[in-house]
């Protein structure tokens, strides 16, 4: 794969140097434009922005440019800044009422001023109507919620929840506050398509493609009236475009061509961009490069009301048919610390759960049934790692502690051999021919959902898993579809590549977030949506979770730390033994940034910001980019 790519960027060079540099939408000056890459890929509902009602591509620029959330996380700074709100919420000493103090002098995109009547409105709206996204935390939680004047609004709880506000903070996801004055004039706001978007974000729709694959943003005339610019500035750049691409070779070509500024690849796509031009960079100076302290778990999902992967053996047999030294060349290149639980190996929770719960993994045992016993962690992984990357050519540290950094801490063992017991157990089969049979008769055969991005973790864990699975005699297939979303969160699929956990918040010790996807008051069943697709989409529950749930809810996160920690590797350990979905390494992103139009990018050496185009934050992170040609 690295070959064909390099390949086909070189030729490409060759053939269209000459070139002048494509037009932009709207004849808008490139000086003047952000160009970025965008995750997700082509639109698939152009005209609508109801990001309310269901997946709407909020990453292309929606989230971005177009919301300001209560809060918002930034996991490279460790902050939680207050964007809607002025400062963090004000429970009761039970919890059950919360008090939000809102920012004044916001407005929305269209001149209306923003108060506390858009927040109560926006809550109450989702208790009332089940066809919205946040509806299931919103009528579950909210027995009341009202102002007490214009920037004050109180929250009353059917029970005590100390994590309530925790569905407002925003890190990929939340629920956003909704202008009042123009969705209380709509009929039915779950068809509403909501074009164009009125926001408190810094920018509004200037153009959008018909066929999904651009939207272009303006920058608001009235920018000091969002919490963007009153807490950072002027976004700097007057324009952002936010572009699909169908193909990686076309991202690269588009970027050493400077018609593309930042963008994220898949790892061999990265190398061509920093071998190939001299004005790109990338996220870390050195090797391997990438992003690697994005709080979110990569991995395998699976769809747990569907025989056979309901039985928790056959989903551990599936993770010990794994070779995870291949996987990893084959997933990404070896450049992304893998990891044996539901959490990435980011320093903080390195240092507050991983290190903590490895002396639990080596002892942790599978029962394999006849009285015998299996230990499946091997905390080796990351010395077999670093030497293959070593033959690929890699510049590998020899510190153990630099090899545990950029690895990981240890994962599963490749043990083909106790694949099987577990899988004969429950009467699966293993034919002459080597390959396995359910235990009605039937081939086994999976087919991995994933997206169609190949550089998307999504789309290197299907392949890697695939790949493992064929070697170990399933019949294992890949499915790269635009409904892939759709599908994972109507549960219509097997087995797919959806998170494998719902990403934690990337500050601090509270997993909640992790883990509330999990509780059995969310369980719905096949053909419904679930109420949030990271995690929630596997349809797994169990009351011990449960439990530790009910009493997260009753402890302040703020104030009793390691009670919250405690808590949170209690619940790690349950999901370990269950694993109802399985975590393989921490999203890396293979980012270039190009510094040809614009410069100061958050690198590892100025993290002042995380560091994606496509996180909600990217809005905090404009204001400081500077013209490359001033």
């Not at 614009?598 to 995380?610: C, H, I, K, L």
């Amino acid at each position: 794969m690295r070959k064909g790519i390099l390949g086909i960027a070189v030729v490409l060079l060759v053939l269209f140097g000459g070139l002048a540099l494509a037009q932009l939408p709207g004849g808008v000056p490139r000086e003047e434009t952000l160009i970025v890459d965008q995750l997700t890929g082509r639109v698939g509902t152009p005209s609508n922005f109801n990001l309310w009602a269901g997946w709407r591509w909020q990453d292309r620029g929606l989230q971005q440019l177009v919301c300001e959330p209560l809060w918002t996380v930034d996991y490279a700074t460790g902050e939680i800044i207050p964007g809607l709100a002025a400062e963090m919420p004000i429970y009761s000493e039970d919890f059950t009422k919360m008090t939000v103090k809102l920012r004044q002098g916001v407005s929305w995109s269209d001149g209306v001023p923003f108060t506390a009547d858009d927040v109560v409105y926006t809550i109450d709206l989702h208790v009332k109507t089940p066809g919205l996204l946040y509806h299931g935390p919103m009528a579950e939680f909210v027995d009341k919620v009202y102002k007490t004047d214009d920037y004050t609004v109180v929250v009353e709880l059917k029970k005590p929840n100390s994590r309530f506000h925790s569905h407002f903070l925003d890190r990929w996801g939340c629920l956003r506050i909704m202008p009042k004055h123009v969705f209380e004039k709509v009929e039915d706001p779950v068809a509403f398509e909501f074009n164009p978007p009125v926001g408190c974000g810094p920018y509004v729709l200037k153009d959008y493609d018909p066929a999904g694959f651009w939207t272009l943003w303006e920058r608001r005339e009235d920018w000091e009236k969002t919490p963007t610019g009153m807490l950072y500035g002027e976004p700097k750049p007057k324009y952002v475009l936010f572009q699909a691409f169908e193909t990686e070779e076309a991202k690269i070509l588009a970027q050493l061509r400077h018609e593309l500024d930042m963008a994220q690849y898949a790892p061999e796509g990265l190398r061509v961009v920093l071998e190939k031009s001299n004005t790109a960079r990338a996220w870390r100076k050195d090797w391997p490069w990438v992003v690697n302290i994005d709080p979110c778990i990569t991995g395998i999902m699976f769809n747990n009301m569907v025989e056979p992967y309901n039985i928790k053996d056959v989903r551990w047999a599936l993770v010990l048919a794994i070779n995870m030294v291949e996987y990893m060349a084959t997933a990404f290149d070896f450049m992304a610390p893998v990891s044996p639980i539901h959490l990435p190996p980011v320093p903080a929770y390195v240092e507050a759960f991983f290190n903590p719960l490895e002396e639990w993994l080596k002892n942790f045992e599978l029962d394999l049934g006849n009285g015998e016993k299996f230990k499946p962690y091997d905390p080796e992984i990351p010395a077999k790692l670093a030497q293959a990357a070593k033959e690929r050519g890699y510049p590998v540290p020899e510190d153990p502690k630099a090899i545990r950094e950029i690895f990981g801490m240890g994962w599963w063992k490749y043990a083909p051999e106790v694949a099987e017991k577990l899988l004969k157990k429950h009467g699966f089969t293993k034919g002459a021919d080597g390959k396995w049979y359910l235990p009605n008769g039937s081939p086994w055969k999976i087919t991995i959902v994933t997206d169609t991005n190949p550089a998307h973790h999504h789309y290197r864990n299907a392949m890697a898993a695939a790949e493992q699975w064929r070697k170990f005699g399933i019949d294992a297939t890949v499915n790269a579809t635009e409904a892939f979303n759709s599908l994972h969160l109507m549960g219509e699929f097997e087995v797919g590549t959806m998170w494998p956990a719902a990403e934690p918040w990337g500050v601090g010790v509270d997993l909640s977030r992790t883990f509330d996807v999990w509780h059995s008051s969310l369980l719905v069943p096949i053909g419904q949506a679930v109420t949030l697709g990271p995690g929630g989409a596997a349809r797994w529950s169990d009351p011990r979770l449960d439990e530790l749930l009910k009493k997260m809810e009753t402890t302040n996160p703020f104030t009793e730390i390691e009670a919250t920690r405690l808590l949170g590797l209690e619940a790690l350990k349950v999901v370990v033994e269950e694993m109802p979905t399985i975590p393989t390494y921490g999203y890396c992103g293979a980012v270039a940034w190009d510094e040809y139009y614009w410069t100061n990018y958050p690198g590892a050496e100025n993290p002042y910001s995380q560091p994606y185009q496509h996180w909600p934050n990217f809005k905090y992170m404009l204001p400081f980019l500077k013209r490359a040609k001033e």
